[in-house]
């Protein structure tokens, strides 16, 4: 191997020298075995499978001749050297390609011990992730001089890299990263919004955990899709994830659809969101005010949230909510919010509410609907019931309780196992505008003993 490099380099410094003698020359070279096989024959011999083409008058140097020129020989040489060359670089010995990876960053040391055996085998190497893992993690160094002794505790730690099993430092790395991540994240997430109950800054943590989300999509005979998210937007107490595409599979013969948050393993490379939510709440344990025969009634506040494609509709936040033992019906206990009967708490919506949606190609919005996010707390300020939903304003069939108002009237509804929201509006003519005139909350009472350990 030696000897074909060192007739390589000869043949190129004479080439080099003619070269500048006369004019450029182009050169054909032999296949890959054939150079280091059989000894060269001299420049000045007739065109065979080693000589110089003077070329065209404007024209560069070239490696190899044009196609017009001895196809055959061509397409001989072009499939072989290929074919030589893509096994040249699995048969090179260990020590080459080891130090060839001593090169290369974690992550990219982790994707090409994905190509085989061997590369994954060679990528496990100690000796190299115990160099990421010191550069990562070690405290930083002095600027004075290692004395002797310091140098034989490094060296006593590098031999002992043989006694670890492969891959050892690889997964301690890894383990080590992953753990750096999660204290980033659990710091940013600590601070709490009074109105919310939620952490303040979850576009930050969003941004340093680079979490993104996909959607598993697996059809009944086995085969499935992962489509990743298109684009998101954060909102106060939600985030509205999209995905388009024309590549989707038809919905009937789907079998199981699974909506997935995915993390990178290496946080510090990925400085923006591409792409589960971090945040889960605390878990809760019931307390009793024993001198309160009211606990659980009062001391609510809720924050609402109705937008679409980045437009905010309304946004606002309602304190000291209560309810009374009369309220409680049919398993349910009222809160209410906005009363019709009260026309300084009527609000408007702000623009033209419709749920917006675009693709790359197609852009629309449907009218009436739009997001709604409900965060209700507790006392304490807990969060005691959040959702995040889309709605629809639908005509109102019975007669009309806005007896202050001349318009249409719609209503939106929404129920889940904590509770329900009932949501009245009037479509005011005069200002082209949705105006609230009653919104209230109807929490199950099943919720509201096991949250507060009371017996309504």
């Not at 070239?62 to 499939?79: T, V």
């Not at 937008?307 to 349910?332: A, E, M, P, Q, V």
Request: charged share 20%; with cysteine; net charge positive.
């Amino acid at each position: 191997m030696a000897t074909g490099r060192g007739w390589i380099l000869r043949q190129h410094c004479k080439g080099l020298v003619r070269a500048a003698e006369e004019i450029p020359w182009q050169l054909c070279l032999p296949p890959v075995d054939a150079a280091w096989a059989s000894p060269p024959a001299p420049f000045d011999r007739a065109p065979g499978p080693y000589f110089f083409r003077r070329p065209s008058k404007g024209s560069d140097v070239m490696l190899n001749p044009k196609p017009s020129e001895h196809p055959a020989m061509c397409e001989r040489h072009c499939a072989k050297s290929s074919s030589k060359l893509s096994m040249h670089i699995e048969g090179m010995p260990s020590e080459i390609l080891l130090k060839i990876f001593s090169y290369l960053d974690a992550v990219t040391l982790l994707c090409i011990g994905c190509v085989n055996k061997r590369f994954y085998s060679l990528a496990n190497d100690n000796f190299i992730w115990f160099r990421i893992y010191s550069a990562s993690f070690s405290p930083k160094r002095s600027n004075w001089e290692m004395n002797s002794v310091e140098k034989t505790a490094v060296s006593l730690s590098h031999t002992s890299l043989h006694d670890k099993e492969t891959g050892y430092w690889k997964k301690k790395y890894i383990v080590k990263q992953i753990a750096a991540g999660k204290t980033a994240v659990t710091q940013l997430l600590k601070p709490v919004n009074p109105y919310t109950g939620l952490p303040v800054k979850t576009k930050e943590a969003l941004r340093v955990s680079g979490l993104s989300w996909v959607i598993v999509l697996k059809e009944k005979n086995g085969k499935e899709y992962i489509m990743e998210q298109a684009e998101f937007s954060v909102n106060d107490t939600s985030v509205t994830v999209v995905w388009h595409g024309n590549n989707w599979p038809r919905i009937d013969k789907l079998a199981t659809l699974d909506l997935c948050g995915v993390t990178p393993v290496f946080l510090d490379r990925y400085k923006v969101p591409t792409k589960n939510g971090p945040y889960m709440l605390p878990p809760h344990i019931p307390f009793l005010d024993d001198i309160d025969q009211q606990y659980g009634l009062h001391g609510y506040q809720l924050h609402v949230d109705m937008h679409s494609g980045g437009s905010s509709y309304l946004c606002g936040t309602f304190r000291n909510l209560f309810s009374r033992k009369d309220f409680i019906k049919n398993g349910y206990m009222k809160l209410i919010v906005i009363s019709f009967k009260n026309n300084a708490q009527h609000l408007p919506l702000i623009g033209k509410v419709g749920l917006c949606w675009k693709t790359d190609v197609f852009a629309g919005c449907i009218q009436n609907c739009y997001m709604m996010d409900v965060t209700l707390l507790d006392e304490t300020e807990k969060p005691f019931w959040c959702f995040s939903s889309p709605v629809c304003m639908r005509p109102a069939t019975r007669p009309s309780d806005f007896f202050n108002y001349r318009g249409r009237h719609f209503y939106v509804t929404y129920v889940d196992s904590v509770g329900k929201v009932n949501l009245e509006l009037v479509w005011m003519e005069e200002t082209e505008e949705y105006y609230v005139v009653s919104l209230a909350l109807y929490l199950r009472i099943e919720k509201v003993n096991s949250w507060f350990g009371t017996n309504y």
